[in-house]
T-cell receptor, first 112, second 115 residues
Framework: DAKTTQPTSMDCAEGRAANLPCNHS???????VYWYRQIHSQGPQYIIH???NNETNEMASLIITEDRKSSTLILPHATLRDTAVYYC?????????????FGKGTRLHILP | GAVVSQHPSRVICKSGTSVKIECRSL??????MFWYRQFPKQSLMLMAT?????????EQGVEKDKFLINHASLTLSTLTVTSAHPEDSSFYIC???????????FGPGTRLTVL
């Protein structure tokens, strides 16, 4: 599995954009970048995914560099409810044995 | 759509007893279900993968005789922690994947406390 590297923790002021970086320098051409988050004592929640183009949905935007070795998850207007651990994951998503392996993630604190 | 539930949400048991945790896909058929364990301040660790109607595949280091997984139907998988000990106290999370898609949907988790 390709590995990802994320900062251990980050702070962001409420109302500002939260930019969470992720390095995945060994990603292969057919691997997707996925982001999940886990609010305390809850199951993980899917946020967004992409292959090589930037993506946006109602929750966030995903910016993937042209060489695909890194990406940034952007929460445009962070609220206190966005305080969570954010996981960047690389997945093949091509066969029946595909499984999600979580790294340590980034603990995001939204400050009032 | 794509809701996964777990029952119970919390369970406290005495050391030496067995505990069963249920994972249900409420509005889709889950051909594959996954079980994770999470200790405080740590990430989720994949324990096993189960495909409906077949034996579960356990990750390295996970005792299959201690963590019994049954995936007898397309909407239900169960994890039984046998002869639980305090070190088994953890947050157990399941996820489910339908037959046609790659997406996994996670349950809300079950917090097990073994006294």
């Amino acid at each position: 599995d390709a590995k990802t590297t994320q900062p251990t923790s980050m702070d962001c002021a409420e109302g500002r954009a939260a930019n969470l970086p992720c390095n995945h320098s060994t990603i292969s051409g057919n691997e997707y970048v996925y982001w999940y988050r886990q609010i305390h004592s809850q199951g993980p929640q899917y946020i967004i995914h992409g292959l090589k183009n930037n993506e946006t949905n109602e929750m966030a935007s995903l910016i993937i560099t042209e060489d695909r070795k890194s990406s940034t998850l952007i929460l445009p207007h962070a609220t206190l409810r966005d305080t969570a651990v954010y996981y960047c994951i690389v997945r093949l998503r091509m066969n029946r044995d595909d499984k999600i392996i979580f790294g340590k993630g980034t603990r995001l604190h939204i400050l009032p | 759509g794509a809701v996964v539930s777990q029952h119970p949400s919390r369970v406290i048991c005495k050391s030496g007893t067995s505990v069963k945790i249920e994972c249900r896909s409420l509005d889709f058929q889950a051909t594959t279900m996954f079980w994770y364990r999470q200790f405080p301040k740590q990430s989720l660790m994949l324990m096993a993968t189960s495909n409906e109607g077949s034996k579960a595949t356990y990750e390295q280091g996970v005792e299959k005789d201690k963590f019994l997984i049954n995936h007898a139907s397309l909407t239900l998988s169960t994890l039984t922690v046998t002869s639980a000990h305090p070190e088994d106290s953890s947050f157990y999370i399941c996820s489910a994947r339908g037959g046609r898609g790659w997406e996994q949907f996670f349950g809300p988790g079950t917090r097990l406390t073994v006294l």
